[in-house]
């Protein structure tokens, strides 16, 4: 199999959100067909001493290790997706997720996260949002696998 | 070793691979019966059916999973004790025709966002004790019986030729099938099938079937155990669990099965249909991030399983060595968890069933088998776990590498490793002292550390060889008692005093002799000798939280009632205090976890729709307990001179034990005996250990005394028709009948009587000696 080195990960400019939060939207679109955005985005904008954050998956992969049935994996492009057809819900991606970016709805218990498709890209009108390409060796990051926290850092 | 983030198609485990003809040996299936069934949609946790089969007649029905049924044994080993009471006899023995090989499941097993919600509850009426035994095991099986349709699973009879039994939740038809080509042995024939009857050849619809199986070892031992299979998609091999207690896996080879198939569709996360999901997954997710930030500071589960505590163990003089001679040992640091840390593939996510982050499971892939049938062949072992590495202190087996091959064929063959091991050292320290020697052991050198003895004689026994010692000694340490003693062979008293078995069954790997409510943890006990109802040895030796026998009485009821819950839900109990959240030491009751306590009853309420708190959570346990103490005594056994225990588990036996901690006992007898140390110096050693031996032996009794009225038990340790009542058996009416007749019984005999001699400074528990009747 050929190494995957490259992936695409959402890149925010937050001097350009005004928090209109089309984007939670466009994604909520892509993953529930509805516009509820929040809870049922994988994209979240946080607006903390008057400047807007996002909240969003970085594509590091740790969950791949995580699931017990190999419905998350690393794609071509070398974005991480979950396969809702083959999970079986356990959460065990969304808890061990270093930055909280696999999230879960209370519609649904299979639970979900960004997979760069651009729709919120699209979908801001004050392009704050772009799809930048990066390497996978820079942002992977896997599941701690030492002996013991305390002794062995 | 893996580094993390590979895609689970590319990992290869590099085991041998093995060249079956798998459509000749399908062809070679004669189909016995075929019963096509409506499956049940599962609802809040229940299936509400369970499946009956009978071997001998090849009957296959339904029964209903009644209100009553639940309300009185909640799930799981409940529902077993209660297919029992239908179906066996007071002298139903383990190959008695009706008797009835069960497997549970509980109304939270099949969930997936909680850890440890995979486990299936086993009881069966075992060889070692002849009472029923229950087992808690791991692996798919369990949840995939329930989502075929079924809460439990109940066989029955014995099968005239070597059989499978195929539960097929896909198709929805059970059938059992003569399968006279496949393999014995767990290893392979667990494979065999999962390969003949996934849907699909590849390896998700592999992993949606599980196998129940056992082995040669089984068939030759009363040790047997289950192995239960979880098809690794990353190793592309059928790992394995083992209920591994009583002997079940000989009751399964007695009824002449092979292996229990269930198959499944694709299922989901709500497949077990909680009635509110949504607060399931919550509570769920937040345990399931307590293991990721404290596992690693705490117990370490995930990356050596309950091997990490090998040197907590050793630390604390507690890790059997030498067969409990001794709680620690200069050696034991080769075979601290580091050791097998070194050895242990760590491909994760490593739970035995999905959504367990505890992960506690692991594996040494590509092992190079070094002895018997097997030897050059490159195989996956599951473990070894902290009892079985214990069993090599026990049998002074000080390297890694023998740890896990014992650990290999052990399941393999379908043996506890637990029984087998601690059996073995007995038979060592025999050998040392002469009462054995190579003769009388059919050859074998079988001394303390003598590694390819003890392959030796796993390898003959499972191979069926009729030598007289093998025989007797895979029957376990009470039979070999007898022998020895029938043969006077040596000193009766050392022979009855140094065997770890109690109720025919032998402990588990842990040394009790400095904490009398660990004694009672492992003595009062529904199955025999095991520490999955107490663990109570820091709480009482190291902490010393409960320091009376009221105490002690006290924790010896709240624990086996809380530990047996697990059981009654299809739930693994690791996850409730091998990580304990970060403030826990800061509440008001640290050992009982409140807050992981808390969890379950937001649990169980949330998949059941029950509303039940944590007082009515120990209800539920308490009901199942005394109804299987009930059952015990029905069946003849189930009292005080059950309830009893070897000296080796309550002091030194021998002089060579006392000198080895001689200032502590020293300490403790001039405390006793109130006379200044320098004068207990002096004394003769024998002299103390005899002094010792009466004392702890009354202790015993006296904490015996307190528990039984505790728990609502006679003097004799039989529960009352009144205690039955309150716990909701007011219309179990046999039952009542036959314990108020066995009360009056032992009134008559006298054994309504305290058993602990009491000093005039010490309190009896009750002024009423017949306690009960003014309840």
């Given at each position: 199999m050929t190494e995957i080195k490259r992936a695409k990960i959402l890149k925010f400019n937050s001097e350009k959100c005004?928090?209109?939060?089309e984007c939670e939207k466009a994604c909520s679109q892509v993953h529930?067909?509805?516009?509820?955005?929040?809870?049922?985005?994988a994209i979240r904008i946080h607006e903390k001493d008057g400047k807007f954050q996002m909240h969003v998956?970085?594509?590091?992969?740790?969950c791949i290790d995580m699931c017990p049935v190999g419905a998350i994996e690393r794609m071509p492009n070398g974005t991480v997706i979950l396969n809702k057809n083959i999970?079986?819900?356990?959460q065990a991606c969304v808890a061990f997720c270093p930055l909280g970016a696999m999230k879960r709805s209370a519609s649904r218990i299979e639970p979900f996260k960004c997979i760069s498709c651009g729709a919120c890209v699209r979908a801001c009108p004050e392009d704050a949002l772009e799809l930048v390409e990066v390497d996978i060796e820079e942002i992977k990051q896997i599941v701690f696998n030492n002996y013991g926290g305390a002794n062995h850092g | 070793m893996v580094k993390g983030q590979f895609s689970?198609?590319?990992?290869?485990?590099g085991n041998t691979k093995h060249e079956w003809d798998l459509q000749k040996i399908h062809a070679a299936h004669k189909v016995l019966t075929e019963f096509k069934y409506d499956k049940n949609k599962i609802e809040k946790g229940f299936a509400n059916k369970t499946l009956y089969i009978n071997l001998t007649t090849n009957e296959i029905k339904e029964k209903p999973v009644t209100d009553d049924m639940k309300k009185k044994f909640t799930g799981g080993r409940g529902f077993g004790l209660k297919l029992l009471w239908d179906s066996?006899?007071?002298?139903?023995?383990?190959?008695?025709?009706?008797n009835d090989l069960v497997i549970t499941t509980g109304p939270?097993?099949?969930?997936?966002?909680?850890?440890?919600?995979g486990k299936s509850l086993c009881l069966t009426v075992s060889p070692s004790t002849n009472i029923v035994c229950d087992s808690n095991v791991g692996g798919y099986f369990g949840p995939y019986l329930k989502f075929c349709g079924y809460d439990a699973l109940e066989i029955q009879g014995k099968a005239k030729e070597d059989v499978i039994i195929v539960i097929d939740g896909e198709a929805s038809v059970i059938r059992i099938e003569t399968a006279?080509?496949?393999?014995?042995?767990t290893h392979l024939v667990s494979e065999q099938l999962t390969y003949m009857y996934s849907?699909?050849?590849d390896e998700r619809s592999r992993q949606r079937v599980s196998v129940v199986s056992a082995g040669h070892g089984a068939e030759n031992s009363y040790w047997g155990c289950l192995n239960f299979s979880f098809w690794d998609i990353r190793r592309k091999v059928a790992r394995l669990k083992q209920a591994g207690r009583g002997g079940l896996g000989t009751v399964l080879r007695d009824k002449k099965i092979k292996g229990i198939v269930a198959r499944v569709d694709k299922f989901t996360g709500v497949e077990n249909a909680p009635e509110n999901p949504e607060a399931a997954a919550k509570v769920g997710t937040k345990i399931q991030k307590e293991i990721r930030d404290l596992d690693r500071y705490q117990c370490n589960m995930r990356q050596v399983g309950t091997a990490h505590l090998v040197e907590i163990m050793d630390a604390y003089d507690l890790l059997p060595c030498e067969n409990y001679r001794?709680?620690?040992?200069?050696?034991a640091p080769k075979i601290y968890s580091m050791k097998f840390f070194e050895n242990f593939?760590?491909?994760?996510?490593?739970?035995?069933?999905?959504?367990?982050?505890?992960?506690?499971?692991?594996t040494v892939d590509s092992f190079e088998v070094?002895?018997?049938?097997?030897?050059g062949h490159r195989v996956t072992v599951d473990g070894p776990e902290y009892e079985t590495v214990g069993c090599g202190a026990n049998m002074s087996l000080w390297d890694p590498k023998w740890i896990i091959e014992f650990n290999f064929y052990c399941d393999t063959y379908g043996i506890d490793t637990i029984s087998s091991g601690t059996a073995i050292a007995y038979y060592m320290e025999m050998f040392e002292y002469g009462i054995l020697n190579k003769e009388r052991c059919g050859?074998?050198?079988?001394?303390?550390?003598?590694f390819n003895a003890v392959m030796q004689f796993l390898h003959r026994m499972a191979d069926g060889d009729t030598d007289e010692f093998i025989k007797v000694a895979a029957k376990g340490i009470r039979r070999v008692k007898d022998w020895l003693k029938s043969k006077n062979w040596g000193d009766h008293q050392l022979i009855e005093d140094a065997g770890m078995e109690s109720k025919g069954l032998e402990y588990s790997e842990?040394?009790?002799?400095?904490s009398l409510a660990m004694q009672g943890g492992y003595g009062l006990t529904l199955k025999g000798p095991q520490h999955d109802e107490a663990w109570l040895i820091f709480m009482d030796m190291?902490?010393?939280?409960?320091?009376t026998f009221k105490d002690k009485a006290e924790a010896l009821h709240y624990f086996p009632m809380w530990r047996t819950w697990f059981g009654l839900n299809g739930?693994?109990?690791?996850p409730w205090n091998d990580v304990e959240p970060?403030?826990?030491?800061?509440?008001?009751d640290p050992s009982k976890v409140p807050e992981h306590l808390n969890n379950y009853v937001e649990y169980q309420n949330a998949v059941t729709g029950w509303n039940i708190n944590k007082e009515e959570l120990i209800l539920q346990s308490e009901r199942a307990y005394n109804w299987q103490r009930a059952l015990n005594v029905w069946m003849g056994r189930g009292q005080r001179r059950d309830d009893w225990i070897p000296y080796r588990s309550m002091g030194p036996v021998t002089e060579l034990e006392y000198v080895s901690r001689q200032e502590r006992y020293d300490k403790q007898l001039a405390e006793i005996m109130n006379k200044p140390l320098e004068e207990i110096e002096k004394m003769d050693v024998g002299k103390k250990v005899k002094l010792l031996y009466d004392h702890r032996r009354n202790q015993y009794q006296i904490l015996s005394d307190a528990v039984y009225m505790r728990r609502g038990?006679?003097?004799?340790g039989v529960p009352t028709p009144v205690k039955m009542k309150q716990l909701?058996?007011?219309?179990e009416q046999k039952m009542l009948d036959f314990l108020a007749k066995k009360i009056q019984e032992d009134e008559e005999n006298g054994?309504?009587?305290?058993g602990g001699v009491y000093s005039e400074s010490e309190e009896k528990p009750s002024k009423e000696r017949r306690y009960w009747e003014s309840w």
């Open positions: 005004v928090g209109c939060l529930f067909k509805c516009d509820d955005g929040g809870e049922k985005s998956c970085n594509q590091n992969g740790l999970c079986v819900g356990c | 689970w198609k590319d990992y290869d485990a066996i006899q007071p002298d139903t023995r383990w190959n008695s025709e009706e939270l097993c099949g969930s997936t966002q909680y850890p440890g919600s006279p080509l496949e393999e014995i042995n849907s699909k050849d001794f709680g620690s040992f200069p050696k593939t760590r491909v994760i996510p490593d739970g035995c069933w999905h959504g367990c982050t505890m992960a506690c499971a692991k070094m002895t018997g049938p097997y030897k050859g074998l050198e079988l001394a303390f550390g003598n842990y040394v009790t002799k400095e190291v902490n010393n939280q409960i320091p739930l693994c109990k690791l970060a403030n826990n030491a800061e509440t008001n038990w006679t003097q004799n909701g058996f007011a219309d054994l309504n009587e305290w």
